[in-house]
């Protein structure tokens, strides 16, 4: 039975690469049953070494947490997996969490809720960043091991005996909002399994972003192709239009980047801002990017954005009255470029460069003022500082 999961598996991959319908469930391997052995594993950690099943065999208790950077449901479970790792450490039990997504089948469009995708460089960052205090391994170049445990989402827990016997597979508790909990189903099996008990509850559900197997690297593609199929459009801006820009009668949170053709800081950064659009663009989210060429130098302009599929909104200045222009959206700016903004709903600046931006910081900032109507609790994750 177990053979002939894993061959229907591979076939309904085969299938949604070949852009086939079927009517299943989202192909991916069988998870891992209950009272099954551990299977092996040798990873790479984000602390440089390798971390093999073997270097946990003294552990009485042994969790393995499916997790991942990009997915707001794991974001949110963050803390609550640092805390089981700190509060049973010193009851032989060892906490390890692997990352199973492939970051090439994460489409941007995707990324609406994260600073940084799931690749290997950027998981340091995440760990970095929140303090984990956890091994953190990548899985998401052959995926070998997590096919071979089957974690549906992210989160997704599996707890095994002293013997290496699976006790317990799925969520952290019952509720992504942690206020709302009413079960610890986790904490409750690793009791149980300390107290050489029976585990009340050895499966439940795993509500979290699906697994980004490989063969979902299509879907990135089919993303991309779209992303590059669309028209771009550049529109002369007159004075009123840059005062309203920077009022921002919009509704959503705005992104401006003041930039030029003649400027190697503002072409470096450009792509940049591209990518943002596209991660966060399905919120409410807007980047303008603004050229202070003159009117004739539109056709230059427009080469550059077309060579970067800018489908955000893009202007350029509508004369060659620059200064005057450039005062009306802000007075107190000495001209020099690039700039960027952002502004909240209603005018409020609550960032501002002369130069070029760090990424990181921009879109770290642009989710913790996003407007939290459509997961909420998530907006507190990004305000609240990284713990200790």
Not at 20 to 36: H, K, R
Not at 156 to 162: G, N, S, T
Not at 238 to 252: I, V
Not at 371 to 386: L, N, R
Request: with cysteine; glycine share 6%; charged share 25%.
């Amino acid at each position: 039975m177990f053979l002939f999961s894993v061959l229907r598996w591979l076939a309904l991959a085969t299938l949604g690469t070949l852009g086939v319908s079927v009517i299943a469930d989202e192909p991916g391997p069988p998870t891992l049953p209950i009272g099954a052995a551990a299977p092996d594993f040798c990873l790479p950690g984000i602390d440089g070494k390798t971390h093999c099943l073997k270097d946990y065999a003294a552990s009485k208790v042994l969790v393995i947490a499916f997790t991942c950077n990009h997915c707001p449901t794991a974001q949110l479970y963050e803390s609550r997996i640092k805390q089981l790792a700190t509060d049973y450490r010193e009851r032989g039990v060892a906490l390890v969490a692997i990352q199973p997504n492939n970051p090439n089948a994460v489409r941007l469009d995707e990324m609406g809720y994260t600073d940084v995708g799931d690749s290997f460089e950027e998981m340091k960052m995440r760990a970095a960043y929140r303090r984990f205090n956890f091994p953190y391994l990548y899985d998401g170049e052959t995926q070998k091991v997590s096919q071979a445990y089957g974690p549906s989402a992210t989160p997704h827990l599996f707890i095994f005996d002293a013997e290496r016997k699976l006790r317990y597979q799925g969520r952290v508790d019952n509720n992504p909002r942690e206020p709302l909990v009413t079960s610890r189903d986790a904490r409750a099996a690793i009791d149980a399994l300390l107290a050489d008990r029976q585990v009340p509850l050895a499966k439940t559900p795993s509500v979290g972003c699906s697994t980004k197997w490989l063969y979902k690297e299509e879907g990135r593609k089919e993303e991309l192709a779209e992303i590059e199929s669309r028209s771009v459009q550049l529109l002369l801006a007159n004075a009123e239009e840059l005062k309203s820009l920077r009022r921002n009668p919009t509704g959503k949170l705005l992104l401006v980047n003041f930039w030029a053709t003649w400027c190697g800081p503002c072409q470096q950064e450009m792509p940049d801002f591209q990518t943002i659009y596209r991660m966060y663009g399905h919120r409410a989210f807007e980047v303008v990017t603004v050229s202070i060429n003159y009117p004739d130098e539109r056709p230059g302009v427009l080469s550059v954005l077309n060579k970067l599929h800018a489908a955000s909104r893009n202007l350029l200045l509508g004369s060659t009255d620059i200064y005057s222009l450039l005062a009306a959206f802000d007075a107190d700016w000495n001209a020099a470029v690039p700039y960027t903004t952002l502004i909240r709903p209603g005018g409020e600046v609550i960032f501002k460069r002369q130069g070029t931006i760090n990424p990181l910081e921009v879109k770290r900032l642009i989710i913790a003022n996003l407007a939290d109507d459509d997961y909420i609790g998530h907006k507190a994750y990004w305000q609240t500082p990284s713990e200790k």
